[in-house]
């Protein structure tokens, strides 16, 4: 049987601690507001689970925080997961843990060829693709509901393409992992093997191959911020206290300024890490940067 994702650490935790308080916020001001379909995207949903490496605890993921917290506030929810063992995974933790049923059948789809685990009460859609295929094809065809999307990839494999498609749909609050520290290494001279991925990620081939984690954060922000709508893009730095050597920022943009200055103030909490050792059955703050 597939494992649950692993190398999980206290930033994973204050990850997830920051995407489940905007969620309340969100979901409370939508339903009061909203009077058309809401749907929840999440373009790289693991297996629904992740195992911290420091003390082997295993905590909810971002699929499960979605749908146990608030089934009743959106109308669709779409998983990406392209792992077939991952993909069986997340739709048998789903079942397991909220006493939902799945039909898994291949997608039906002329000219496709991937699984598709379908529930209709709640409507959940568990679909084993490429997340970048499957969710610009997704904006394409709906423009009328409102969507929080949840870009949370294992390395360099959420394109800028696909966040500009999502971004110029509008009706969008997204919540993007950017991984500082993989696109800082797969820049460097001497890996020029990676710099494919660093373009795709970027979304051309105008960076620096010699800059900052900083320097790498705010040009992506930049690159973000070409849509004047979305302007400014918040972003946190969430390093682990622990292990100073991997980065990743989170960056939050939609169009509604009001919702933006609530992001900001979720991700700089003064009791952010203690939330995230919480979290993860641990006590006391350390040392944080």
Same mark, same amino acid.
């Given at each position: 049987?597939?494992?649950?994702?692993?190398?999980?650490?206290?930033?994973?935790?204050?990850?997830l601690?920051?995407?489940?308080?905007?969620l309340?916020?969100?979901?409370?001001? @939508? *339903? &009061? /507001?909203w009077?058309?379909?809401?749907?929840?995207?999440?373009?790289? +949903?693991g297996?629904?689970? %992740?195992?911290? $490496?420091?003390?082997?605890?295993?905590?909810?993921?971002?699929?499960?925080?979605?749908?146990?917290?608030?089934?009743?506030?959106?109308?669709?929810?779409?998983?990406?997961?392209?792992?077939?063992?991952?993909?069986?995974?997340?739709?048998?933790?789903?079942?397991?843990?909220?006493?939902?049923?799945?039909?898994?059948?291949?997608?039906?789809?002329?000219?496709?060829?991937?699984?598709?685990?379908?529930?209709?009460?709640?409507?959940?859609?568990?679909?084993? @693709? *490429? &997340? /970048?295929?499957?969710?610009?094809?997704?904006?394409?065809?709906?423009? +009328?509901?409102?969507?929080? %999307?949840?870009? $949370?990839?294992?390395?360099?494999?959420?394109?800028?393409?696909?966040?500009?498609?999502?971004?110029?749909?509008?009706?969008?609050?997204?919540?993007?992992?950017?991984?500082?520290?993989?696109?800082?290494?797969?820049?460097?001279?001497?890996?020029?093997?990676?710099?494919?991925?660093?373009?795709?990620?970027?979304?051309?081939?105008?960076?620096?191959?010699?800059?900052?984690?900083?320097?790498?954060?705010?040009?992506?922000?930049?690159?973000?911020?070409?849509?004047?709508?979305?302007?400014?893009?918040?972003?946190?730095?969430?390093?682990?206290?622990?292990?100073?050597r991997?980065?990743?920022?989170?960056?939050?943009?939609?169009?509604?300024?009001?919702?933006?200055?609530?992001?900001?103030?979720?991700?700089?909490?003064?009791?952010?890490?203690?939330?995230?050792?919480?979290?993860?059955?641990?006590?006391?703050?350390?040392?944080?940067?």
């Amino acid at each position: 049987m597939t494992d649950h994702f692993d190398g999980g650490d206290l930033k994973t935790s204050a990850k997830l601690v920051i995407l489940e308080e905007y969620l309340d916020v969100y979901t409370t001001i @939508m *339903d &009061s /507001n909203w009077r058309q379909d809401k749907w929840y995207v999440d373009t790289h +949903s693991g297996t629904g689970r %992740t195992v911290i $490496d420091d003390n082997g605890v295993t905590i909810d993921g971002s699929a499960i925080i979605a749908l146990e917290n608030h089934q009743d506030s959106f109308d669709r929810f779409y998983f990406y997961e392209l792992s077939e063992a991952h993909f069986h995974k997340l739709h048998e933790t789903i079942s397991d843990r909220l006493g939902l049923e799945f039909d898994v059948s291949p997608a039906g789809v002329e000219g496709e060829d991937f699984l598709v685990a379908r529930c209709d009460d709640p409507y959940i859609r568990v679909m084993q @693709m *490429d &997340s /970048n295929r499957g969710v610009s094809f997704l904006a394409d065809v709906n423009t +009328s509901s409102h969507w929080f %999307t949840f870009v $949370d990839p294992k390395g360099l494999t959420a394109k800028k393409s696909t966040l500009d498609t999502l971004i110029g749909r509008s009706n969008m609050d997204i919540l993007i992992n950017y991984q500082t520290t993989g696109v800082l290494r797969s820049a460097a001279e001497g890996a020029e093997h990676a710099h494919g991925a660093v373009e795709r990620t970027m979304g051309d081939s105008d960076w620096p191959n010699a800059a900052s984690a900083d320097e790498y954060v705010n040009l992506y922000k930049e690159k973000l911020e070409e849509n004047p709508e979305i302007r400014p893009v918040k972003t946190k730095a969430l390093v682990s206290p622990h292990d100073a050597r991997h980065r990743f920022d989170l960056a939050f943009t939609c169009e509604n300024k009001t919702a933006r200055g609530i992001m900001e103030d979720i991700m700089n909490q003064e009791r952010l890490w203690e939330k995230a050792n919480e979290r993860i059955g641990q006590s006391g703050l350390g040392s944080f940067g």
